[in-house]
């Protein structure tokens, strides 16, 4: 190799090395600024605090349940699984997972929004809410989130038997069919689980189904074994899985179609039909 080929070559790897240099500085990774996370405007229905909660579902705890399946798994050796259907900004999640770091907590939404669009998110709430400090915040294991819309019977993407509580707040009213979305709760639930749901006005069938009562559903739900209550406050409900093959009864009616966009206004509508004698 003449001079003139080794001096291009230096030239070369001179040039490119000064390049990464000007573009590292410039992409540089800087610390996250929580301070300005403090400013989002989130949805305030979205936001129910701890307190909220446990008042709708009084004369409950959700720590003392928690706490309860927690000291019992501990001494069995297995793992405590808590999630929240519709969990909004994840502020409730984020509060119980600062009371309990030991417990695994999930959280299912329909959608990512534009301040919650990833697990991370779960920290930018802590920040937002003053639930704990940064540090605290990156050094916990998040709840785990999934984005997907339960309605029309979709599946919850977790096998059966993993969880000891499943609840919800405000989120039943947007659920149209909600014996199927009761039943993959039961599905996922273990035997003895319980699960508690706010803001309930009535109960939807996909298929064949009337919009009943809370209360007509109870009694229903409890000629089959199913330990479902309605509470202090009337829009509110708990139930527990009493064994393995408890279910709700959804037959007799239709499958749930795979694909939901091309459905009839007649299938979409949640007041149908439906003869608990059959």
């Not at 919650?116 to 050094?139: C, G, P, Q, V």
């Not at 007509?216 to 406050?233: P, T």
Request: hydrophobic residues 35%; contains cysteine; charged residues 25%.
């Amino acid at each position: 190799m003449n001079l003139r080929n080794i001096l291009l070559l230096f030239s070369v790897v001179m040039i490119a090395f000064c390049l990464s240099l000007f573009f590292q500085t410039e992409t540089s990774v800087q610390s996250m600024n929580y301070e300005q996370y403090k400013s989002l405007n989130y949805n305030k229905s979205r936001s129910h605090s701890l307190e909220e909660f446990n008042t709708k579902i009084a004369p409950h705890r959700i720590e003392d349940l928690i706490s309860e399946a927690y000291e019992k798994n501990k001494l069995l050796g297995n793992k405590t699984r808590v999630m929240e259907v519709g969990f909004g900004n994840g502020r409730v999640l984020m509060e119980l997972k600062n009371l309990f770091p030991e417990v695994e907590f999930y959280g299912i939404n329909k959608a990512k929004t534009r301040t919650f669009y990833r697990r991370e998110s779960f920290i930018l709430t802590a920040m937002k809410f003053n639930l704990m400090t940064n540090d605290e915040a990156e050094n916990i294991v998040l709840p785990y989130v999934v984005f997907q819309d339960l309605d029309f019977g979709q599946k919850i993407p977790y096998g059966e038997n993993k969880f000891d509580l499943i609840y919800s707040q405000s989120t039943i009213p947007y659920i149209r069919y909600t014996f199927e979305l009761f039943n993959e709760i039961m599905r996922v639930l273990k035997t003895g689980g319980v699960s508690f749901h706010t803001d309930v006005t009535g109960v939807n069938i996909y298929e064949k189904g009337v919009n009943i009562s809370l209360k007509d559903a109870a009694k229903e739900l409890r000629k089959r074994g199913i330990d479902f209550y309605v509470l202090d406050n009337e829009q509110s409900v708990r139930f527990k899985k009493p064994n393995q093959q408890a279910i709700f009864p959804l037959t007799p009616h239709w499958p749930i179609p795979t694909q939901i966009d091309n459905l009839s206004e007649e299938q979409k509508r949640p007041e149908m039909n439906y003869n608990f004698n059959h």
